[in-house]
């Protein structure tokens, strides 16, 4: 059974009764206190991840409709973590691609010099930086893909919040001149206009 929306972000028509058994469900799971907008002492330490946590406090603030709550704080600190762990490993591979291709200049420079000794085993070395870039470039995947279940679970996704968004308050259309008019003219009429 999937899990139910909360009620501010339900679209279809509810009876009165529907709406108050549904808002009494979600009124006993709601904590009494609310995410704190600074990162939590767990973050402590970790800019990227406190930057993270910021950023999506201030996403959830600006919503109309409650999306998380204090029962959501594990989730979202493991999303800021990894989300700081992700840009630690996009580092890492931007230093070993460096170390890569310094080495594979430095084993082209063997070959153009004859020294084919040396060579071989610089390309031991090209061949090791090598597989640690695809180690992190593995590695780095399986986080963004963490992070992509992880931004679902939190309506981050176009999919996540495909028709679960409140519905936009429509603006009323200004009022049609000859249709006031009608209105002023029907008003005198039954005596409710000024003489």
């Known amino acids: 059974m999937p899990a139910r929306k909360p009620s501010s972000l339900i679209q279809r028509h509810e009876t009165a009764a529907e709406k108050a058994q549904r808002s009494e469900r979600e009124s006993q799971l709601r904590p009494e206190r609310s995410l704190p907008m600074a ?18 406090m201030r996403t959830y603030a600006g919503l109309e409709g409650e999306v998380v709550t204090r029962l959501d704080q594990e989730l979202l600190l493991n999303y800021c973590m990894l989300v700081e ?29 004859g020294q084919f000794d040396d ?30 279940k992880y931004s679902q679970s939190l309506y981050l996704t176009p999919r996540a919040r495909a028709g679960t968004a409140p519905a936009k308050k429509e603006q009323e259309p200004p009022p049609d001149e000859l249709e006031q008019l009608l209105d002023d003219v029907t008003d005198f009429v039954n005596g409710e206009g000024h003489a």
Request: proline content about 1%.
């Open 119 to 148: 060579a071989v085993l610089m390309a031991v070395q090209v061949v090791g930086a090598f597989d640690a870039v695809l180690r992190l470039d593995g590695r780095a995947d399986r986080k963004r893909d963490l992070l992509h």
């Open 39 to 56: 990162a939590p002492a767990r973050l402590d330490g970790h800019e990227i991840a406190q930057a993270a946590w910021r950023r999506m």
């Open 85 to 113: 762990q992700l840009a630690e490993i996009d580092t890492m591979r931007k230093t070993a691609y460096a170390a890569w291709l310094l080495l594979a200049k430095a084993h082209e420079k063997l070959v153009e010099a």
